[in-house]
């Protein structure tokens, strides 16, 4: 049995890496990708914590997440595939229109 | 108001009439006027004074049934402060019922005149629409004077004293946009305007008269001022002395006397029924009723008395003079006025009241007898004229007939030069071609020229025996006057009667028609049987009865043949000596006056009235001009409106508003401070809108921190 502290330390460094994807990449689909992956490291984390505290909501939390993330990325794939076409690019650096 | 309780019979309730019905008169012209035909207006406005004569003859048949008793109806209150009450309260008594008599009666006849007179003038002038308007004022007049005589007060005959005022200036610039030839000039505007402004130097006196009045004396009401008049004339003489003298200068601006006459010659401008209901017979005597209401006063003080004497008798000697010398029909008669006027002032001056009000009495009736007929001989000339231009317009180019009308609608110009039908160089012969206004005016200047057994025989014999008594040199000024008075109307008669016709249209002049031929018969009457008001024999003195309710017993003095001999031969010698200088050889058109000669610059002077109205000019209105100029220019625009103003107080305003508090305080300090505030926004805003990059990644990485900072506060905690 591997010991919960392993689960926490990994879905530390899945988070981690999600987030340091999130800042560095430019291409919106990685971006997306580590966006997963960060959300996927919050779920492992709360499995692990509902495993110790020998409690359900923790793995309910997780259903949620994975249903949130799934619409997310729809409407966040829909949104590139649109500005795709209209600016026949996705370069994330590119999208300042809201620039101050 | 004690006085009518014991009195309460007769038509004393009727005397609002006579203000009211003349109003009523010309309200209804002034509403309906423009709907009515000529005749219709002039219809009501005739009824209307006509009304004011009746309800005159029952008030005095009222005064007569209560055997002279004063009777003061009030009709409303009007000012009630302090010590001061004052209301419209009408006082019926001889002497005010005298004058209402006398206003509404000639008035009347003067209305039914001025029905023809206008009805002609007008459409010489090119104005029928002022027919209207003429009637409206002239109902103005009879209330304003009826309001004058039956103020039971000084202030309200003050009120009717400013009445008639505003109704003689309105009537004297009736043409106002023209000149007495009809020409485009504001000559008879200045000519009203120099009537006011003249008589606003008598109203001066009159007011001041006023205030000494109720400042010593506590009241306006006649029967008290008189009452505590002689009290003061103890104490303090000089007051009386200085009201009466005050109300002296009134008199000679009302009444055209020394030095204030020079108004009523100009006055002329006004139509000529105008001439002859204000500037002859009525509102020129008020004066003359003033003195003699105010008897009791003038009684106290002696000196008053002379001065006014004096004053009168050197009028009447010095407009005498200049009638000699004037051209115009109407100018002559205009200082003949003067003269007449001067004559009843010096009666009255004289303490001979009813000899006064007699010979107003008389001279309303001929004077307005003898300027109406003037009327009618300008009206006749008028008539020839056009009938004769006309003829020879259409004799020698019938074509042209149109373009001469339009010529007459600029005054007049048929004859390249224009035509003045007032003047007696143009008149002559019009025995002839005006047979009634020839005898007509025959008597009137019979009566005026004081031959018997002519009413202004009577009068001026009352006036002239008085003075031979009481003031030998206010005699010889008046016997020289009535020479001069019979020499200018005997000079008038044969110019303009006599002779050869002097202008085409003294040949085609035309009589005048019934209308205004049948009031003057009736004047005319009155002319030849006025003097029977008040003959000077035992138990004739009716008129010097009548008044003794008023003015106190007055012996009627009996006829003195020495006197009347004397004036009567004075004025046929005259007439006699017009005739050798006009009768005999009658002038001829374009020959000058044969005075002229002989004269020399005496004749100029009296052709020129003597230069008083330079001398005015000289002596008063160039230097008040001058003065006003300095006025308006120096001291009210340089000093007044260029430095008090622009300099001082708009300067430092503009100074105070534009440098300091707008410039400094405002933009200065207001503004930089609120500026700053926006400046500093400006800059914050631009600090906090770095942040919003448009890098999607930083705004990630600002989350990711945040998140970090929460987390690591709450580990921290």
Not at chain 2, 236 to 259: N, R, Y
Not at chain 2, 607 to 633: C, H, M, R
Request: aromatic fraction near 14%; include cysteine.
């Amino acid at each position: 049995m591997v010991p919960v502290d392993y689960y926490i330390a990994l879905s530390a460094i899945l988070f981690t890496i999600g987030a340091l994807g999130v800042l560095s990449r430019r291409n919106p689909l990685i971006i997306f990708m580590s966006i997963e992956l960060m959300l996927n490291a919050a779920n492992l984390a709360f499995v692990a914590f509902a495993s110790i505290y020998q409690t359900f909501s923790g793995q309910i939390f997780v259903f949620f997440v994975i249903a949130v993330a799934a619409a997310e990325v729809a409407v966040g794939l829909a949104l590139i595939v649109e500005i795709f076409k209209t600016r026949r690019n996705i370069n994330i650096d590119e999208m300042n229109s809201l620039k101050g | 108001m004690h006085l009518s309780e014991t009195v309460n019979t007769g038509f004393y309730f009727l005397a609002p009439g006579l203000v009211l019905v003349p109003i009523i008169g010309l309200l209804i012209n002034a509403i309906f006027g423009k709907y009515f035909s000529e005749k219709a207006v002039g219809t009501v406005a005739s009824l209307a004074s006509g009304a004011a004569f009746v309800i005159s003859v029952l008030l005095a048949y009222s005064v007569s049934l209560n055997h002279g008793e004063v009777m003061r109806w009030q009709f409303l209150e009007w000012i009630h402060v302090g010590n001061l009450s004052l209301d419209w309260t009408f006082r019926i008594d001889s002497l005010s019922a005298t004058m209402m008599l006398v206003v509404s009666g000639v008035g009347t006849l003067i209305h039914i005149y001025a029905i023809g007179y206008m009805h002609e003038d007008v459409r010489f002038k090119h104005e029928e629409g002022r027919f209207n308007r003429f009637f409206i004022y002239l109902n103005l007049f009879i209330a304003a004077m009826m309001i004058l005589v039956s103020g039971d007060s000084y202030m309200m005959l003050f009120v009717g004293w400013e009445g008639v005022g505003l109704c003689s200036f309105l009537l004297i610039g009736f043409w106002y946009e023209m000149d007495t030839l009809a020409r485009p000039s504001w000559a008879n505007s200045n000519a009203a305007k120099k009537a006011f402004i003249t008589n606003r130097v008598g109203d001066f006196g009159f007011l001041m008269a006023g205030f000494l009045m109720f400042w010593h004396l506590g009241s306006f009401q006649f029967d008290e001022v008189f009452k505590a008049a002689p009290a003061i004339a103890e104490a303090a003489p000089w007051v009386i002395v200085a009201m009466t003298l005050f109300m002296l200068v009134g008199v000679a601006g009302k009444s055209a006397q020394i030095p204030l006459y020079i108004w009523l010659p100009d006055a002329m401008a006004g139509p000529t029924p105008v001439s002859a209901l204000i500037h002859a017979a009525t509102m020129v005597t008020a004066g003359v009723y003033l003195v003699t209401r105010s008897a009791p006063l003038y009684n106290l003080v002696p000196q008053a008395q002379y001065v006014v004497a004096m004053v009168g008798a050197g009028t009447a000697l010095f407009a005498a003079t200049i009638a000699v010398g004037q051209y115009d029909i109407k100018k002559v008669l205009a200082y003949s006025t003067i003269s007449q006027l001067g004559f009843m002032v010096a009666a009255v001056g004289m303490g001979a009241y009813v000899a006064g009000m007699f010979h107003l009495i008389t001279h309303a009736f001929f004077k307005a007898l003898l300027f109406l007929s003037a009327g009618s001989v300008i009206l006749g000339l008028e008539r020839g004229h056009h009938a004769h231009a006309h003829h020879a317009a259409h004799d020698e180019k019938p074509k042209g007939k149109k373009k001469k009308e339009e010529e007459h609608g600029h005054g007049h110009a048929d004859h390249g030069e224009v035509f003045d039908p007032g003047d007696m160089r143009n008149m002559g012969g019009l025995r002839k071609t005006m047979p009634v206004t020839f005898w007509l005016y025959m008597i009137g200047t019979l009566a005026l020229a004081g031959i018997f057994p002519f009413a202004g025989f009577w009068s001026k014999d009352e006036i002239l025996l008085d003075a031979s008594l009481h003031f030998k040199s206010v005699y010889g000024q008046l016997t020289i006057a009535a020479f001069f008075t019979a020499f200018y109307m005997g000079r008038q008669i044969w110019m303009v009667f006599f002779g050869e016709a002097r202008s085409d249209a003294a040949k085609h002049a035309e009589e005048s028609p019934r209308v205004m031929t049948v009031p003057l018969m009736v004047l005319a009457v009155l002319s030849v049987a006025g003097g029977a008001l008040n003959l000077p024999f035992e138990g004739f003195h009716n008129l010097t009865h009548w008044l003794s309710h008023t003015l106190g017993e007055v012996e009627g003095l009996p006829l003195n043949l020495g006197v009347a001999g004397i004036s009567t031969a004075l004025a046929l010698t005259a007439i006699f000596v017009s005739w050798l200088i006009y009768g005999r050889n009658p002038l001829k058109a374009g020959q000058p006056d044969p005075l002229k000669k002989p004269l020399g610059f005496i004749f100029t002077g009296m052709e020129n009235k003597w230069f008083v109205d330079e001398g005015y000019g000289v002596l008063i209105l160039t230097p008040f001009k001058k003065l006003s100029q300095f006025l308006a220019d120096v001291i009210d625009w340089r000093f007044w409106h260029d430095f008090v103003h622009e300099t001082v107080i708009a300067g430092t305003y503009n100074w105070l508003s534009e440098t300091l508090l707008s410039h400094y305080a405002d933009q200065k300090g207001i503004d930089t401070f609120f500026n700053s505030w926006g400046t500093f926004t400006q800059w914050l805003s631009g600090q906090a809108r770095k942040i919003q990059n448009g890098f999607v990644r930083s705004y990630a990485l600002s989350v990711l921190l945040g998140v970090v900072l929460i987390l690591g506060y709450l580990i921290l905690k």
